[in-house]
């Protein structure tokens, strides 16, 4: 079962901060994040663990709530090369035995 | 040059023909994927492989088939294409290092099928 992301869509100035929410009704090992600019390939963003571990870049935050299943991605003072659409991947089993199931993805237009 | 290569990048076909989908990696890694994207639904897994004797299906593997030649390569064949099955088709590698795993898209592959 894919895992619910929201907004859908948010359009933001240049400067300002978004929240991305994923959210699943499975108990999850960890969630990874994604950004796609339109007509390329998904770019590995983040990746939390269950139990705290995370790996990243160091320009994205992100939380795993792993009572409510629950990850939020921030953006922060936003900027135009943040645009694209965002896609959570769950995994349930750990280490990927079971590949990754991604959200139908939120789309952030960043305007100057 | 890439690490995850598709080929063909763009490929126009008709209902009922067989083709195939090609994915190479220079990364050495051992997992393979393949996703399809439509607009709207995200990435959705076709199969996957953790090793060339290692074959699962994902989610929608109904009416595609696959195959691992090498390390390196991990093919997706329609066996008989029909119109639903327009969308851009992705390969990912990963490096399955005990759970904090990063996927390495390919550039994708666009299907039209008439």
């Known amino acids: 079962q894919q895992p619910v992301q929201s907004p859908q869509a948010v359009i933001l100035r240049e400067g300002e901060d978004a929240v991305i929410n994923c959210s699943s009704s499975k108990a999850l090992y960890s969630v990874h994040w994604y950004r796609q600019k339109h007509g390329e390939a998904p770019v590995f963003l983040m990746i939390l663990l269950k139990g705290g571990e995370q790996k990243g870049h160091e320009k994205i935050s992100a939380s795993f709530n792993e009572k409510k299943q629950q990850s939020s991605l921030y953006l922060t003072a936003s900027q135009l090369s943040y645009s694209g659409t965002y896609f959570c991947g769950t995994d349930v089993s750990g280490g990927g035995a079971d590949g990754l199931t991604f959200g139908k993805g939120t789309h952030l237009i960043i305007q100057p | 040059d890439a690490d995850v290569t598709q080929t063909p990048r763009n490929r126009i076909t008709k209902t009922g023909k067989r083709i195939m989908l090609e994915c190479s990696q220079t990364k050495g890694h051992d997992r393979m994927y393949w996703y399809r994207q439509d607009p709207g639904l995200g990435l959705r897994l076709i199969y996957y492989?953790?090793?060339?004797?290692?074959?699962n299906k994902g989610e929608i593997s109904d009416g595609y088939s696959v195959s691992r030649q090498a390390q390196a390569k991990f093919s997706l064949s329609l066996e008989s294409a029909i119109p639903n099955q327009t969308a851009l088709y992705f390969c990912?590698?990963?490096?399955?290092?005990?759970?904090?795993?990063?996927?390495?898209f390919g550039p994708g592959t666009r299907l039209l099928v008439l």
């Open positions: 990912a590698t990963s490096d399955g290092t005990g759970g904090l795993e990063t996927q390495y």
């Open positions: 492989s953790f090793d060339v004797k290692d074959i």
